[in-house]
């Protein structure tokens, strides 16, 4: 409960520093057992997306089709019950998915989807009735990834993300690039690590160019913009 207690706040604080309207994955039973952590970030004007149940309970191909489905709609249920309004985005848990995933998604209203770690920029899936983007998340810089299961040192995760950001500044001056960060404020918002996360976002804000913007407004702006062909 350490990040829902103190580590989001502490994060929070510091995206807000920086200008920095974070995109938030909450899954339904969390939405359900924190009402005040729902209103508080809606406060910050921060971004709810779809994160399924609990992190215990992934999406797997050992589910049927219904099964997923229901699974699927009983998230969404949740984030309008609680957050009033139904959720543009997706990260599954553990960024679980079956083969129906991205469909079924697209066919209960989802329009993007962060689970797919495989570029650097959006781009249109192929699912039935269109509308359906992937936003992909820098999985090897998500901070459970890098600081708990390969154990990276605090110091050089955060010029991790430092030099992450300066090739893709530069990779992206004539076509743009993403930077997203999958963070888990349990883990990054313990006082000795927030430190590191202040620093790295600094030093890119501080750069021209770069726009701090929540997944929604990017998949927006990417549907309105598509590269030409």
Not at 180 to 206: C, E, S
Request: proline content about 6%; overall charge negative.
């Amino acid at each position: 409960e350490y990040g829902h207690r103190v580590g989001i706040f502490r994060v929070l604080d510091v995206l807000e520093k920086h200008g920095i309207k974070p995109t938030i994955a909450m899954d339904a039973l969390t939405a359900e057992h924190y009402p005040y952590l729902v209103n508080h970030v809606q406060k910050r004007g921060c971004e709810i997306i779809g994160h399924g149940i609990a992190v215990s309970q992934m999406i797997t191909s050992d589910m049927s089709e219904q099964q997923e489905r229901d699974y699927i709609q009983k998230s969404i249920d949740a984030m309008k019950k609680f957050t009033g309004s139904a959720p543009a985005g997706w990260l599954g848990p553990e960024y679980g998915e079956s083969t129906r995933t991205p469909q079924l998604l697209a066919d209960a209203g989802i329009r993007y989807l962060c689970d797919w770690a495989n570029d650097e920029q959006p781009y249109p899936m192929k699912a039935s009735g269109g509308g359906l983007f992937a936003l992909p998340i820098m999985l090897e810089l998500d901070d459970v990834n890098a600081l708990w299961d390969r154990r990276v040192d605090i110091d050089r995760y955060g010029q991790l993300l430092k030099e992450s950001f300066d090739t893709l500044y530069r990779d992206g001056a004539q076509n743009g690039r993403l930077l997203v960060l999958n963070l888990h404020p349990w883990l990054i918002g313990q006082p000795f690590r927030i430190k590191y996360l202040d620093d790295a976002l600094g030093y890119m804000t501080g750069h021209s160019q770069v726009w701090p913007a929540n997944g929604e407004a990017i998949v927006d702006w990417f549907r309105q913009n598509p590269p030409a062909a």
